[in-house]
């Protein structure tokens, strides 16, 4: 199995406390799916090099939110050409017959499940952060990409070839890019970033704006200006909360 460098949320790298923690935004269910941006007049040019992000950081160590934030560089998005096949993911990286869905609920489990003939999972407890619920059923869990593969794209993963576009899908090497959350509240979420949609609970939100912002930065993907004016105003409700991230390779 591949190793994931994750621990228990409360332990994570991407630290949130949340004493200060009320950020608040709106959000309705929806399918996965809005409205494509047009493809000129962004202010930051992506360029056409997979791991291309004009003014992107190299790296980040116990950022305030609102640190993060400012470093997201700026563009409007494009949804032009986007098909989630693009994205190849859940795959098996190293050949333990465990995918990328199942490296993860084993990494993220309160009570480990059981492995049986080709990692099929039983048992086990999960705690979906999201909305506070403590899940027994595998079935019951999505595995949600923080950044969405549509907002992925839409952000800068449009300039980037097949072989990032997987890595970006199957990231095991980040704490937070993929989180196991009720299936209910992932497809709720469908591509919203946080100017449309933020996780029910109060408790999460801080937690998850950092998430957001440190996931951005690992990928070098960009922020609209709406997206960006939102993450700014919310993280003033997150005063305490530190942001740590690598950029991914």
């Given at each position: 199995m591949k190793a994931r460098r994750i621990v228990p949320i409360a332990a994570a790298v991407l630290v949130a406390s949340l004493a200060a923690c009320s950020p608040s935004a709106a959000g309705t269910d929806s399918s996965d799916s809005k409205p494509s941006a047009p493809a000129s007049s962004a202010s930051a040019s992506v360029g056409s090099s997979p791991s291309a992000a004009p003014g992107a950081p190299a790296g980040g160590d116990g950022l305030s939110l609102a640190e993060a934030v400012a470093k997201i560089p700026a563009a409007d998005e494009r949804r032009t050409g986007y098909k989630r096949d693009s994205f190849k993911h859940w795959i098996d990286e190293d050949d333990d017959s465990c995918s990328t869905r199942n490296e993860v609920l084993i990494a993220e489990a309160i009570k480990a499940p059981g492995q049986g003939s080709r990692c099929a999972l039983s048992g086990g407890e999960w705690p979906s952060y999201y909305d506070e619920v403590t899940v027994t059923d595998a079935k019951r869990l999505d595995?949600?990409?923080?950044?969405?593969?549509?907002?992925?794209?839409?952000?800068?993963?449009?300039?980037?070839?097949?072989?990032?576009?997987?890595?970006?899908?199957?990231?095991?090497?980040?704490?937070?890019?993929?989180?196991?959350?009720?299936?209910?509240?992932?497809?709720?979420?469908?591509?919203?970033?946080?100017?449309?949609?933020?996780?029910?609970?109060?408790?999460?939100?801080?937690?998850?704006?950092?998430?957001?912002?440190?996931?951005?930065?690992?990928?070098?993907?960009?922020?609209?200006?709406?997206?960006?004016?939102?993450?700014?105003?919310?993280?003033?409700?997150?005063?305490?909360?530190?942001?740590?991230?690598?950029?991914?390779?």
């Open positions: 595995i949600d990409h923080m950044v969405p593969l549509a907002e992925a794209f839409d952000s800068g993963a449009f300039a980037w070839d097949a072989d990032r576009r997987m890595r970006y899908a199957n990231d095991l090497d980040a704490q937070r890019s993929l989180v196991a959350v009720t299936a209910k509240t992932n497809r709720s979420k469908a591509d919203k970033d946080p100017s449309e949609w933020m996780p029910p609970a109060k408790s999460a939100r801080c937690t998850y704006l950092a998430d957001w912002t440190a996931t951005k930065l690992r990928w070098k993907l960009t922020a609209d200006d709406k997206e960006r004016a939102v993450l700014e105003k919310l993280s003033e409700g997150c005063s305490d909360t530190v942001v740590t991230y690598e950029v991914a390779p």
